[in-house]
């Protein structure tokens, strides 16, 4: 049972950071071993996870700031018996872009029109829905006041939801590999008793998509999984602060591709197992389990998993992972169960896990056959309730740049631009300086009609400890980092630039093309999707940390030098007919990496060089042709020498807030 205190752990976590250590190369610790706890990170404690956000107050937003309000444009009452399910059905489907004069049918017409996001607001209060809920198309944002504030809630015994061997899902995002910026933020998902057929969330999105600060929950015996993810094609997605309680399964994952990732999830009470994935490629780090075991299924041997810094409790007997396909598990302690780890049949003895590999590391040159284990900083958050200190981008016309002059130099730590708009057409590289007590920059959505031109170009030039956050727009906005100040850019298509001397980058829900790092710089991406054919991450003497990264085409992924130091764990490599066959996918020329992916190909050329390493003037290659591939998990590569510097300096320490807005 999870208590109250154990769902808001994610407040303390958050006011932390946490780094990874040097790893040895140790197998799977002795049975009874004391929890695996490494100084200044993760607790090896169940529940020290993360999670959901419970107990945060309702987000505050400025009066006016959602066209598309659940409440006050479509008519739902909440907090009533009423049945609010038509509401929210006009609201997915209907007056798609009524201010433009557009009147679309979401149900019946298929738009991938990038330019027409559409953000849903939905306040405070309970609100019943009692019927299936989707629509057609991309960029579809569900916003609600915070887990446990807003709650969409399906009636006890409601029909179609009593068949637990054909289940339906309550809400649906669109399927394919279009379903592109679908994104549900703050709000809670219940399933009342007497549903043992439903589905919570039935979710895919692709290249920029997440789901955040969510509860999804079910009374006891009711629903059959909260996360399903089955459906081609899932991902690359980010879930991240997720709690979910109850249902017989909590998360299902299914289809090769493309990769979702996920972080801070607690998974307590299911009745099933807790995660369950079938031929995807999956990368989790914190990830709570307090259920029957085994708590993780990697069920095919075309599926992947990568966990990191997570805690398994069990009950019943069985291991608490049990895994037919590929397996990356580091920095994870089990209890109340037979062991940590089952491969293909096979029990490991042990119930805390320092690093595991479920077969040889493979290197080119003579390298340890473990993980970098580069530090992990948390992504910094920023909150601000009072709002008094927002000031929005109030364009007098079509194009008016000078209004968001006057609101950045307006002395407020928020500026906002309107949900789902179409901002202004660029035609220029005009440069917006960002002044340091700007602390947030938020689209709710909206997207920069940019002209071919580099769109919104924000400059950040002022040198400052506190982190700017640039998150929520669709696409079209360029950062131009060129100065010592940490920079967050979250949810969106994005185009960025550095500049000697700048400082730290966070990346979460990204997509973006060819980026370069310069020396001194610490990176950390959380789902980050590149595609072309150019080189995609250019690591010069940088330090880079990726969890999640989805290419296609046959740009380089990641080229390392000058020193740096570039850490992968997963997920998805995706050469199309396009690929170059003579370009590596990854470049180390006196650098080190590491690095473990999948990779799905169907026709057309292959990748026939995975690695290219250049250590002290001599070249080595790791190609297709290799005996030791396998066609599609590369389980974990190594490109370093043993006495290669893997800890860089401590890990910044900055204020930091619960939940975002």
Not at 58 to 86: I, Q
Not at 515 to 527: H, K, N, P, S, V
Not at 589 to 597: E, F, I, T
Request: charged share 20%.
């Amino acid at each position: 049972m999870l208590s109250p205190a154990r769902t808001c752990l994610f407040a303390l976590l958050a006011l932390c950071w946490s780094c990874g250590s040097s790893g040895g190369d140790s197998p799977p610790a002795p049975e009874n071993q004391p929890p695996l706890v490494i100084p200044g990170s993760l607790p090896a404690t169940p529940g020290a996870q993360g999670g959901a956000g419970l107990g945060t107050p309702a987000a505050s937003y400025p009066a006016g700031l959602f066209d598309h309000n659940l409440v006050t444009r479509y008519g739902a009452t909440p907090d009533d018996d009423t049945d609010d399910t038509e509401a929210l059905r006009r609201a997915l489907t209907k007056d798609w872009d009524a201010d433009l004069g557009d009147w679309v049918d979401r149900v019946t017409t298929v738009d991938h029109y990038y330019g027409r996001p559409k953000t849903i607001f939905i306040p405070a209060g309970r609100y019943l829905i009692s019927e299936p809920l989707t629509w057609v198309g991309c960029c579809v944002s569900l916003i609600g006041a915070g887990p446990g504030q807003t709650i969409l809630e399906l009636p006890a015994n409601s029909s179609g939801f009593d068949n637990a061997s054909n289940p339906q899902a309550l809400i649906t995002t669109p399927a394919g590999n279009h379903s592109f910026r679908q994104n549900i933020h703050g709000l809670t998902i219940h399933i009342r008793s007497g549903n043992p057929g439903a589905i919570a969330l039935d979710y895919v999105a692709n290249n920029s998509g997440a789901v955040t600060e969510v509860e999804i929950k079910a009374d006891t015996n009711s629903g059959h999984t909260g996360l399903a993810m089955t459906r081609y094609a899932p991902g690359p997605c980010l879930i991240k602060d997720l709690t979910i309680t109850g249902f017989a399964y909590g998360i299902r994952v299914g289809n090769p591709e493309y990769g979702p990732t996920f972080e801070n999830i607690i998974l307590t009470q299911q009745r099933t197992t807790a995660i369950s994935n079938q031929n995807n490629i999956l990368a989790l780090r914190r990830i709570s389990i307090d259920g029957p075991a085994p708590g993780i299924i990697n069920s095919t041997g075309n599926g992947s998993v990568m966990l990191l810094d997570s805690v398994i409790t069990g009950t019943g007997s069985g291991p608490a992972i049990d895994s037919e396909g590929a397996l990356f598990v580091r920095n994870v302690t089990t209890s109340q169960v037979s062991n940590a780890i089952r491969i293909r049949g096979e029990d490991l003895p042990g119930l805390s896990v320092t690093e595991y590999v479920d077969g040889a590391t493979t290197s080119v040159f003579p390298s340890p056959n473990t993980s970098l284990h580069l530090p992990i900083a948390d992504t910094p958050r920023y909150r601000n309730d009072d709002l008094n200190d927002w000031v929005a981008y109030s364009p007098s016309y079509y194009g008016d740049r000078n209004a968001l002059d006057t609101a950045l130099q307006a002395g407020k730590g928020t500026v906002y631009f309107s949900p789902g708009s179409a901002l202004f057409h660029i035609t220029d590289d005009r440069v917006f300086r960002v002044p340091k007590h700007v602390r947030r920059i938020i689209g709710f959505h909206s997207v920069v009609n940019n002209n071919g031109t580099a769109g919104l170009r924000l400059l950040v030039d002022e040198a400052s400890t506190e982190p700017l956050v640039i998150e929520r727009f669709g696409y079209g906005v360029t950062v131009v980092h060129a100065a010592q100040r940490p920079v967050v850019i979250k949810h969106g298509a994005y185009h960025y630039e550095d500049r000697p001397g700048a400082g730290d980058v966070w990346f979460d829900d990204v997509q973006l093309d060819h980026i370069r790092f310069t020396a001194g710089q610490r990176i950390w991406a959380r789902q980050l999707n590149t595609e072309g054919d150019d080189l995609h991450l250019d690591n010069i003497g940088s330090q880079l940390w990726v969890m999640g990264i989805k290419t296609e085409r046959k740009g380089t992924v990641i080229r390392t030098t000058g020193g740096g130091s570039s850490e992968m764990i997963g997920t998805l490599l995706y050469p199309l007919a396009g690929t170059d066959t003579s370009n590596p996918a990854f470049i180390v020329d006196n650098g080190a990496l590491s690095m473990s992916y999948g990779l799905s190909h169907y026709s057309g050329p292959n990748i026939e060089i995975h690695v290219r390493e250049t250590r002290d003037g001599e070249t080595r290659e790791f190609s297709r042709t290799d005996p030791r591939w396998t066609g599609r998990h590369m389980r974990l590569f190594t490109a370093y020498p043993a006495d290669a510097p893997r800890v860089a300096t401590p890990l910044p320490s900055v204020s930091a807030i619960s939940a975002d807005q």
